[in-house]
């Protein structure tokens, strides 16, 4: 078989050694990942604005399609909190909830999301991860768990108010207040309890009681199911529907028909921004989820077949009628936890979402939308770190202001300013860091070959001779700030004869870098100081082979630094190294 078809539908290598045993693994892990996920689907549905159905159908065709497709054997793709914000966000500005242009918009958003997402693929753009540094990641995502939990409010509470940002929902809310629905309240109230109790104090009683912790978690997980179920029968044997309770009412039954999204180009045009920032939030989440958990097993994720999968995962979930998917963090640890082995697993859970599509849709009849609330506001409770800030603030100030500013972007003006405003921070974080290279001055360290730097050892330096460590590699941003550097300290030493730069670090050169590299030499020439090179890598070697630099260079290109102060400054050399082995 081609290695070219192995790479793009992973399941032709670890289908080939597909056991009874994996079989049976794979399928107690997606029971209980079914049963977690039927209550997630409806609630990010309703997070989205769309009709509960819809996020049963966006997961089934993704896991089928990502079981083909994906490098991970544990990771669970399907709805996820930070998506299905994104995905209210940018719908909610074309189209009224409720309606078919909402609707179709969403599935547009997920097609057109896939589209971008093959393509990246195909491109090998995997690497666009490393343009979104972790502070700022940790910031829009702690800021759209807030974002998340306060927009559910008005359902705990049962009231109308709405907006896409945090002052917007906050005012509409305190506008409000005046028409809480009592009914509502509580069963919103017991079950944001029941949850964050389940989850933090179920087990340990369970464990008290003699429970395996695997039985006990597994009891832990269906604890949304239960919440489900138990204010179901409240709204339906209580008639809580006539006393003002909002119920998901009916939901249509069957599988999903396969269609085309809407081919609008206008449409397209307008969704085109949000579905390329919903493309890289849910990248950067769903390979970092799976490298996490692949870790774990010494297993290998591949992050461009990782863009094809969930490309192809959002492109099935758009022809089958649901809105953007990615990894999820918390059903793929459950995924995790639960034994699954392979892909396979999220095939058997896509099987068990449609058996759910075909024959439980008629109990959700009486569902109140507050217990669905209850269910988003205590899954994002997770994702908010706020004391990430201090951890932070410690670590990087510059760090720490792009993730405080990502933070206070997403919350008042909305999440697609956000993770712009972090996209942005981060390069530009990148290109203020290398701009500006760690240099140090060097000398040797007494009897031995080694060279420190001048400000943090007991080193010995030669007057005459001054070597700069580059600890960075050169290219247009911080060229000029390296011709600055040597400028400065020649001219602040008269009795410098050479300069020797000393670049162990330095990967690559650019050529802006080049030009930078021959001005100095020639500006050093024309001043009586001749400039020379040290622990050059080979691929540096070889741009510099390829230019005049080498010809014209007015000194020497050294093996290693000693080498460089050997030739330079035999008797100093030969007398620091004396010292220390006489000490």
Same mark, same amino acid.
């Given at each position: 078989m081609p290695p070219a078809l192995r790479r793009l539908f992973p399941?032709?290598?670890?289908?080939?050694? $597909?056991?009874?045993?994996?079989?049976?693994?794979?399928?107690?892990?997606?029971?209980?990942?079914?049963?977690?996920?039927?209550?997630?689907?409806?609630?990010?549905?309703?997070?989205?604005?769309?009709?509960?159905?819809?996020?049963?159908y966006a997961s089934i065709a993704p896991?089928?399609? $990502?079981?083909?497709?994906?490098?991970?054997?544990? @990771?669970?793709?399907?709805?996820?909190?930070?998506?299905?914000?994104?995905?209210?966000?940018?719908?909610?500005?074309?189209?009224?909830?409720?309606?078919?242009? $909402?609707?179709?918009?969403?599935?547009?958003?997920?097609?057109?999301?896939?589209?971008?997402?093959? *393509?990246?693929? *195909?491109?090998?753009?995997g690497f666009i991860a490393n343009f979104l540094s972790h502070?700022?990641?940790?910031?829009?995502?702690?800021?759209?768990?807030?974002?998340?939990?306060?927009?559910?409010? #008005?359902?705990?509470?049962?009231?109308?108010?709405?907006?896409?940002?945090?002052p917007e929902l906050l005012g509409?809310?305190?506008?409000? @207040?005046?028409?809480?629905?009592?009914?509502?309240?509580?069963?919103?109230?017991?079950?944001?309890?029941?949850?964050?109790?389940?989850?933090?104090?179920?087990? #340990?009683?369970?464990?008290?009681?003699?429970?395996?912790? %695997?039985?006990?978690?597994?009891?832990? %997980?269906?604890?949304?199911v239960a919440a489900v179920a138990l204010t179901t029968l409240a709204a339906w044997g209580l008639g809580l529907e006539a006393r003002g309770v909002a119920l998901v009412g009916e939901v249509p039954g069957g599988l999903p028909v396969p269609s085309l999204p809407p081919l609008d180009l206008g449409l397209w045009a307008q969704i085109a921004v949000p579905a390329l920032l919903i493309s890289i939030v849910g990248y950067v989440e769903t390979i970092s989820v799976a490298q996490t958990l692949a870790a774990k097993r010494r297993q290998r994720i591949d992050p461009d077949q990782e863009l094809l999968a969930l490309g192809g995962a959002n492109l099935g979930s758009a022809l089958?009628?649901?809105?953007?998917?990615?990894?999820?963090?918390?059903?793929?640890?459950?995924?995790?936890?639960?034994g699954a082995e392979t892909p396979a697993a999220g095939a058997f859970t896509a099987v068990g979402m449609a058996l759910a599509v075909l024959?439980?849709?008629?109990?959700?009849? $009486?569902?109140?939308? *507050?217990?669905? &609330?209850?269910?988003?506001?205590? &899954?994002?409770?997770?994702?908010?770190?706020?004391?990430?800030?201090?951890?932070?603030?410690?670590?990087?100030?510059?760090?720490? &202001?792009a993730m405080l500013a990502t933070m206070l972007v997403t919350l008042v003006v909305g999440v697609e300013a956000g993770i712009s405003a972090g996209v942005i921070l981060s390069l530009g974080l990148h290109l203020f860091r290398t701009s500006r290279p760690h240099v140090a001055v060097v000398g040797q360290v007494p009897g031995t070959e080694h060279f420190r730097n001048v400000l943090r050892h007991a080193v010995v330096t030669v007057p005459e001779v001054l070597t700069i460590r580059v600890d960075e590699s050169l290219y247009f941003a911080n060229a000029?700030?390296?011709?600055?550097?040597?400028?400065?300290?020649?001219?602040?030493?008269?009795?410098? %004869?050479?300069?020797?730069?000393?670049?162990?670090?330095v990967n690559d050169v650019d050529a802006s870098a080049f030009e930078s590299l021959e001005a100095i030499n020639s500006r050093l020439r024309d001043a009586g100081v001749t400039l020379h090179l040290s622990e050059v890598k080979g691929p540096v070697m070889d741009k510099l082979r390829r230019g005049h630099f080498l010809q014209e260079l007015s000194g020497k290109v050294y093996m290693t630094q000693h080498d460089a102060m050997r030739a330079l400054a035999p008797e100093v050399t030969a007398r620091v190294r004396a010292a220390g082995r006489s000490e």
């Open positions: 399941i032709l290598t670890w289908g080939a050694a $597909y056991t009874r045993a994996s079989a049976a693994n794979d399928l107690i892990a997606a029971v209980i990942v079914t049963i977690m996920l039927i209550p997630q689907s409806l609630a990010y549905a309703l997070l989205a604005g769309l009709p509960a159905e819809v996020g049963l896991l089928l399609i $990502y079981a083909l497709m994906g490098s991970s054997r544990t @990771l669970a793709v399907g709805p996820v909190a930070v998506a299905s914000l994104m995905t209210a966000a940018a719908v909610g500005k074309l189209a009224a909830q409720g309606t078919p242009e $909402y609707l179709g918009a969403a599935i547009a958003l997920a097609f057109l999301s896939g589209l971008m997402l093959l *393509a990246m693929g *195909a491109l090998r753009l502070p700022v990641i940790s910031g829009f995502i702690s800021a759209s768990g807030l974002l998340i939990a306060a927009s559910q409010l #008005p359902h705990l509470l049962g009231i109308k108010a709405g907006g896409q940002t945090l509409s809310l305190l506008r409000g @207040l005046g028409g809480v629905n009592l009914p509502t309240l509580v069963i919103g109230a017991a079950a944001v309890g029941f949850l964050l109790w389940s989850r933090r104090g179920l087990a #340990p009683l369970l464990r008290a009681r003699g429970w395996q912790a %695997r039985p006990a978690g597994m009891v832990v %997980r269906a604890a949304p089958s009628g649901g809105f953007p998917v990615t990894g999820g963090f918390a059903r793929s640890v459950v995924n995790f936890d639960a024959f439980l849709t008629p109990l959700l009849h $009486y569902l109140p939308k *507050a217990t669905l &609330a209850a269910t988003i506001v205590v &899954a994002v409770l997770s994702l908010v770190d706020l004391g990430a800030l201090r951890r932070t603030w410690v670590l990087s100030r510059t760090d720490f &202001a000029r700030f390296l011709e600055d550097t040597v400028y400065d300290r020649v001219a602040a030493d008269p009795g410098l %004869r050479h300069v020797v730069l000393m670049c162990p670090a």
